[in-house]
């Protein structure tokens, strides 16, 4: 390795946001996460969303109301 180039590598503590905790190898000595493979739900099966909350119902504001008109006219 050519010397004075390579940034310092540590022993890293992950902390995810769900209290789960690991270690690994990276240029930082800690790490703080919002989501790790045991709470993300692709490996959990749980179905979690993880979007900013409001988007849904900001969402059903502007368009949740004329989508019920709709389908009572079909009925
Ligand atoms: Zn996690």
Do not use: W
Not at 59 to 66: A, I, L, P, T
Request: charge should be positive; aromatic fraction near 10%.
């Amino acid at each position: 390795m050519k010397a004075d180039i390579h940034p310092k590598y540590f022993d890293c503590h992950v902390h995810c946001g769900c209290g789960n905790t690991f270690t690994t190898r990276a240029t930082v000595k800690e790490l703080h996460i919002e989501i790790c493979n045991v709470c993300h739900p692709f490996y959990s099966g749980v179905q979690k969303f993880v979007d900013a909350a409001g988007r849904v119902d900001r969402f059903r504001k502007k368009f949740g109301e004329k989508t019920a008109k709709l389908e009572n006219k079909k009925a």
